[in-house]
């Protein structure tokens, strides 16, 4: 019996992103952003995000069934994030994912966003082992997740406290003067500095925080350190070296994201790490991540930039391993969740 054709929908933020999942088999990932948009505020406008998720959804369903020359009739379950994300962005995609599912007669499955980010690397890799680690860092988050089963098992050991990396990365972009997003523009920056040259703080690495936050992440001490570093260099009237403030700054959000990852793995026996989200871009944590997986007999896996950040895939991946284990489809009746937990997988 050929494994159920999944249709996924993404609307955590402003990307809406619809797939068509069959198995671990991507048949097609149609994404719509609304990132120009919101570029000219400085940050993403939920209001401007939900509008242009209205506008966005059946245009980019039927660009998906077009595309894959699929029929909407013969999509077996609809998946859709239920959170965290922003209500309005959420609410757009699960209304349009609870319609298809009553005009279809299908199931519906509201699933985790953050623990799809993880999943979607079965769609290039093929199954995970029967126990990985993933690390899911993005505008909005920093998590830690060891996962037993993709579909049913995943346990959160560790999370951002404060700023997730991505949005570290903004603050700083917005403080040295770059365009926003500012993920992108510090890390070309940062292939042109030494990472050597600044050294600012690794939050929650000293022996008094490893009891309690063993594996928890913090950023705003080292956003504020670089704020102070640059004050200081203005008002002494010296010029500020922006390469080399972009990899130091850089270096020392990698260094804890690698370091206290490596760390978990080796607690929990583990010898496969996914990396995902839309930071996981960052060419500093890859080359990192990949040299210390590398000297700790680690195997790692970070998907395709296309699919680090926000789409469609994503969620039709995790919602077509949650029916092949079985699991009983969501009420028609789920709310959206914007701070939904990370033992939460389907809701």
């Not at 040259?197 to 490893?210: E, M, S």
């Not at 926000?310 to 077509?320: F, K, Q, R, V, Y």
Request: with cysteine.
């Amino acid at each position: 019996m050929a494994d159920p054709l999944v249709l996924g929908i993404e609307t955590s933020c402003d990307e809406t992103g619809v797939a068509l999942v069959r198995g671990n088999d991507l048949l097609v990932d149609a994404v719509a952003s609304s990132m120009e948009e919101h570029a000219r505020y400085g940050g993403i406008i939920p209001e401007v995000a939900s509008r242009a998720h209205l506008e966005a959804m059946i245009p980019t369903i039927q660009k998906a069934l077009g595309e894959a020359d699929v029929d909407l009739s013969e999509v077996d379950a609809i998946a859709v994030t239920a959170g965290p994300g922003l209500v309005g962005p959420l609410t757009i995609g699960a209304s349009a994912a609870k319609a298809l599912s009553i005009g279809l007669n299908k199931p519906l499955y509201g699933v985790n966003h953050v623990i799809g980010h993880a999943c979607v690397d079965q769609l290039v890799d093929g199954p995970l082992p029967e126990r990985a680690m993933a690390l899911v860092v993005s505008g909005g988050h920093s998590s830690l997740l060891l996962v037993d089963d993709i579909a049913t098992d995943v346990t959160e050991l560790g999370s951002t406290l404060d700023d997730a990396a991505g949005e570290a990365f903004d603050k700083v972009g917005r403080l040295l003067g770059l365009p926003y997003p500012g993920g992108p523009h510090i890390d070309r920056l940062a292939r042109e500095g030494d990472p050597t040259a600044i050294r600012f703080p690794r939050g929650l690495t000293a022996a008094k925080d490893q009891a309690k936050h063993a594996y928890d992440f913090s950023f705003s001490g080292l956003k504020t350190a670089v704020a102070r570093w640059v004050e200081a260099r203005t008002d002494a009237g010296q010029e500020i070296p922006v390469h080399d403030v972009a990899a130091s700054f850089a270096e020392a959000v990698a260094d804890v994201l690698t370091a206290k990852t490596i760390a978990a793995c080796h607690k929990h026996g583990v010898d496969t790490l996914v990396v995902g989200g839309g930071f996981s871009a960052n060419s500093q944590l890859r080359e990192m991540a990949a040299k210390r997986c590398a000297e700790a007999g680690i195997d790692l896996r970070i998907p395709p930039i296309r699919y680090c950040t926000d789409n469609g895939a994503m969620i039709a991946a995790l919602g077509s391993a949650v029916v092949r284990a079985g699991v009983a489809p969501s009420n028609l009746d789920i709310p959206v969740d914007s701070s939904m937990p990370l033992t939460t997988i389907t809701v």
